[in-house]
């Protein structure tokens, strides 16, 4: 049975915005903790695409991840991940190819088919584009067209792009990404950091889809996860009611700026409010180390997972590094 010990660990970032910051804090807080899990040895650090989020400073990915890899040297970095609907396949494959180009050998490509905002700001993404989720598999057929090798008398090329091989991730919370995820050989990664119930399944549909590639030869599963780890479980449960308070706002429509923790939330939100939070945090991992290790190694035994990615939304970033510092520190 693998253990915490036995598999990649990986972060993925929001560039949370805090009350009383802004985004330029929050932007550089996410190179501190990029260059914080290069040093603590974690595989790869992803950042992820929301619009008209006030709480969320990662809408520009490929820009952050720019910034992220010139203040980095080892790391992997890419998009956890771009919402491939609301872009040109092209634009995506120049900026990947761009950042291929510079970092060779460090950049990864995670691919969403949501829209990752409201059908307002989709729109104002996208405009005259028909972007829509049903042309996923088409689109991604053509973006990796792009990035793979010229072929002779092709009309539009990435340049840069043809040739960068970017790796592709699918990234999904439903089945149609594991599906295609498996029939097309490519490496899946499910967001049970904010939706855990199908997990299983999804999981096991990539599974009996796949069918080895020139990139995988098996299936290779990534799944999300929320970490909210701390010296000790009281100590963890204090510090995770600002993730609660987050999620609480989302549910509510209200700004996602973070809110400090607080003792309790009785209070603060109804019954099913508390258990739609609770739904959403059904795989956090919320603790002091060996918890943390329990819940882990629990995780692995039913998944057989090869990696995991956290996430840690915590209002003081010394808390945050801190979270990750007790991570690593079970390996």
């Given at each position: 049975?693998k253990?915490?010990?036995d598999?990649?660990i990986?972060?993925?970032?929001?560039?949370?915005?805090?009350?009383?910051?802004?985004?330029?804090?929050a932007?550089?807080?996410?190179l501190?903790?990029?260059?914080?899990?290069?040093k603590?040895?974690?595989?790869?650090?992803?950042?992820?695409?929301h619009?008209?989020?006030?709480g969320?400073?990662?809408?520009?990915?490929?820009?952050?991840?720019g910034y992220?890899?010139?203040?980095t040297?080892?790391?992997?970095?890419?998009?956890?991940?771009?919402m491939?609907p609301?872009?040109?396949?092209?634009v995506?494959?120049e900026q990947?190819?761009?950042?291929?180009?510079?970092?060779?050998?460090?950049?990864?490509?995670?691919?969403?088919?949501a829209?990752?905002?409201?059908q307002?700001?989709?729109?104002?993404?996208?405009?005259?584009?028909?972007?829509?989720?049903?042309?996923?598999p088409e689109?991604?057929?053509?973006?990796?067209?792009?990035?793979?090798?010229?072929?002779r008398?092709?009309?539009?090329?990435?340049?840069?792009?043809?040739?960068?091989?970017?790796?592709?991730?699918?990234?999904?919370?439903?089945?149609f990404?594991?599906q295609?995820?498996?029939?097309?050989?490519?490496?899946?990664?499910?967001?049970?950091h904010?939706?855990?119930?199908?997990?299983?399944?999804?999981i096991?549909?990539?599974?009996?889809?796949?069918?080895?590639?020139?990139?995988?030869?098996?299936?290779?599963?990534?799944?999300?996860?929320p970490?909210?780890?701390?010296?000790?479980?009281?100590?963890?449960q204090?510090?995770?009611?600002?993730?609660?308070?987050?999620i609480?706002?989302?549910?509510?429509?209200?700004?996602?700026?973070?809110?400090?923790p607080?003792?309790?939330m009785e209070?603060?939100?109804?019954p099913?409010?508390?258990?739609?939070?609770?739904e959403?945090?059904?795989?956090?991992?919320?603790?002091?180390?060996?918890?943390?290790?329990?819940?882990?190694?629990q995780?692995?035994?039913?998944?057989?997972?090869?990696?995991?990615?956290?996430?840690?939304d915590?209002y003081?970033?010394?808390?945050?590094?801190h979270?990750?510092?007790?991570?690593?520190?079970?390996?």
């Amino acid at each position: 049975m693998k253990t915490v010990s036995d598999i990649k660990i990986s972060v993925l970032d929001l560039a949370p915005i805090r009350a009383d910051g802004g985004p330029q804090q929050a932007l550089r807080n996410s190179l501190a903790l990029a260059q914080h899990a290069e040093k603590l040895g974690f595989t790869r650090f992803w950042v992820a695409e929301h619009h008209n989020m006030d709480g969320i400073a990662s809408s520009a990915t490929s820009v952050l991840i720019g910034y992220l890899a010139a203040g980095t040297s080892s790391i992997r970095l890419g998009a956890g991940g771009v919402m491939l609907p609301n872009h040109a396949p092209l634009v995506i494959a120049e900026q990947f190819g761009t950042l291929a180009t510079l970092y060779p050998g460090r950049i990864d490509l995670g691919l969403g088919r949501a829209p990752g905002a409201d059908q307002y700001t989709a729109h104002a993404l996208r405009r005259e584009r028909s972007g829509s989720a049903d042309d996923f598999p088409e689109d991604l057929t053509e973006l990796q067209t792009y990035l793979g090798p010229l072929q002779r008398n092709q009309r539009v090329i990435a340049m840069p792009g043809a040739g960068t091989a970017v790796p592709i991730w699918l990234l999904g919370s439903s089945l149609f990404s594991a599906q295609l995820a498996g029939q097309r050989g490519l490496p899946y990664a499910f967001a049970s950091h904010f939706a855990p119930r199908l997990m299983h399944e999804a999981i096991r549909v990539y599974r009996n889809n796949f069918k080895p590639s020139a990139v995988l030869d098996k299936p290779y599963v990534m799944l999300g996860v929320p970490l909210l780890a701390a010296d000790t479980d009281e100590q963890a449960q204090y510090l995770a009611t600002s993730a609660y308070q987050r999620i609480l706002a989302l549910l509510r429509g209200q700004s996602l700026v973070q809110k400090p923790p607080v003792q309790s939330m009785e209070g603060l939100w109804l019954p099913h409010e508390r258990q739609a939070v609770g739904e959403f945090f059904g795989l956090a991992m919320v603790g002091g180390p060996e918890t943390i290790r329990s819940h882990i190694n629990q995780l692995l035994e039913q998944t057989d997972a090869d990696e995991l990615i956290f996430t840690s939304d915590m209002y003081d970033f010394v808390d945050r590094l801190h979270s990750y510092e007790v991570l690593a520190n079970l390996r």
